[in-house]
């Protein structure tokens, strides 16, 4: 599945979001579901084992690092355990707690003493958005179906 970037990106999470609003039931269940579904694409995102350098973490222990283009691997779970969702108003929110998310997810150049230190982005939130708007798409309506049972 192709990633989705800039304006491609913007268009469908703007469509995502008429969606949603047009979905939305006073108790939110519709935006809860799909904002779990994306919190789950995310955290299985932020699941997967890198192939990039090998690190010695202590005694035996090796961490392989995730290569520029492919999500962060795991090292200490901050990351993955920072992804939260929750429902403000008419909105679904998915973000990620960990100050250094949008370092990973972007990429980044910093200057430092030994010059400037360049880190290649490791999308995670794009992909599990792109991977997620199908399942997304089909939780909402069940929840829409459900809640109208009936009417």
């Known amino acids: 599945m192709p990633e989705l970037t800039g304006a491609a990106f913007q268009q469908s999470l703007g469509r995502l979001a ?13 935006l809860r579901a799909a904002g779990l579904e994306l919190e789950r694409a995310v955290v299985l995102e932020l699941s ?7 690190y010695r973490r202590g005694k035996g222990v090796v961490h392989v690092a ?18 939260h969702s929750g429902v403000e108003g008419e909105e679904m ?47 909402v309506r069940a929840a829409f179906a459900k809640a109208t049972e009936g009417l």
Do not use: C, N, W
Request: charged share 20%; aromatic share 4%; glycine share 10%.
């Open 93 to 139: 929110r998915v973000g990620v707690r960990a100050p250094y998310a949008a370092a990973l997810e972007f990429g980044t150049a910093t200057a430092g003493k030994s010059g400037t230190v360049t880190i290649a982005p490791r999308p995670f939130m794009r992909p599990a958005l792109a991977k997620a708007m199908t399942r997304m798409r089909l939780v």
């Open 18 to 30: 008429v969606a949603l609003k047009a979905a939305a039931l006073p108790d939110g269940i519709a």
């Open 48 to 54: 997967q084992p890198g192939s990039g350098r090998h």
């Open 66 to 83: 995730s290569a520029p283009g492919e999500p962060p691997a795991v090292d200490t779970g901050i990351l993955r355990e920072s992804v």
